[in-house]
């Protein structure tokens, strides 16, 4: 049974943060939420400030920036007179995370970036790991190609996923999820990102939900420090302790992208960093 999260309410002075690093392509980033129920065993952000030094387990709270819309179509008003915004949500937090069914934070601020103009917000960057966002699927459709729906499907193996994101969605649900919002016309791409053990099928699953493209990217290029933060986790030792020794490596992404290029055109196969930009 999952523990009672401690849910609290804030009213943050700004939303729209200003991208760097791997998120550098875009002119910004917005997160919905601090903290993430999902609580990934690999996730980056259990090292940086906000989860350190927090004083509670990670993935045992969850911050809501609530009724923040207004001020969000404010800040997309100002900062797009200066260039278009391209926007990454979420970099920190997963926007569809189970606070989400009440709150319906991303849904409000989707609806905003619906009704900026392109010459105002160019592009929207959705990452998620929920099936949730096909709620939204209504929303999504009406910001057209200017919106991409990033789902995270780092395998394809339940046992997998229970070992390492036991609090995140099923794997099956997300396949459906894929389906559904490819079928619907939405922008999609599936992140196997970070690689974890997985089948041979994966890539066949992948491609018969019909989804545009996918990106593949791992602990050593996508944790922000070469995979130090991943490995100041403890994730090798999870790793060996459950005989996948073999997948912790650098090289362990290229199985994956092998399979993928039997099923997919190359050009719709993304790896690291470029698969997550604009």
């Known amino acids: 049974m999952s ?3 401690s849910i609290k309410v804030t009213a943050p002075k700004r939303l729209l ?3 760097s690093g791997f998120l550098s392509g875009y002119t ?3 997160n919905p939420y601090v903290g ?3 609580a990934c065993s690999y996730c980056y952000v259990r090292e940086m400030p906000v989860a350190k030094f927090r004083g509670s387990p990670w993935g045992d709270w969850v911050d809501v920036k609530a009724n923040t819309a207004s001020l969000l179509s404010r800040e997309l008003k100002r900062a797009g007179r200066k260039k278009p915004v391209t926007v990454f949500m979420s970099s920190a937090t997963d926007p569809y995370q189970p606070e989400e069914f009440r709150a319906c934070l991303t849904r409000s601020w989707l609806e905003v970036m619906a009704a900026s103009p392109p010459e105002e917000l160019a592009f929207v960057m959705v990452q998620t790991r929920s099936p949730l966002v096909t709620r939204d699927i209504d929303v999504l459709r009406r910001l057209g190609p200017r919106v991409r729906v990033s789902l995270t499907i780092e395998t394809d193996m339940e046992s997998v996923r229970k070992l390492f994101t036991p609090a ?4 099956a649900a997300r396949f459906a999820a894929l389906r559904r919002l490819a079928e619907a016309g939405v ?9 974890l053990p997985c089948s041979d099928g994966l890539a066949d699953r992948l491609a018969e939900t019909g989804v545009d493209r996918v990106v593949i990217d791992d602990y050593f290029m996508g944790d922000g420090s070469q995979g130090r933060r991943t490995e100041r986790l403890g994730m090798r030792e999870l790793y060996r ?3 996948y020794d073999g997948w ?4 362990a992404y290229l199985r994956v992208r092998e399979q993928l290029a039997r099923r997919f055109e190359a050009q719709r196969i993304r790896v690291s960093q470029v698969g997550f930009m604009p």
């Open 28 to 30: 910004h980033t917005l």
């Open 241 to 243: 302790a459950n005989g």
């Open 36 to 38: 993430c129920a999902f």
């Open 187 to 195: 922008p999609t791409q599936a992140a196997v990102s970070p690689v």
């Open 17 to 19: 943060l200003p991208a």
């Open 168 to 171: 995140a969605p099923p794997i």
């Open 248 to 251: 912790y490596d650098r090289g």
């Open 3 to 5: 523990r009672q999260k």
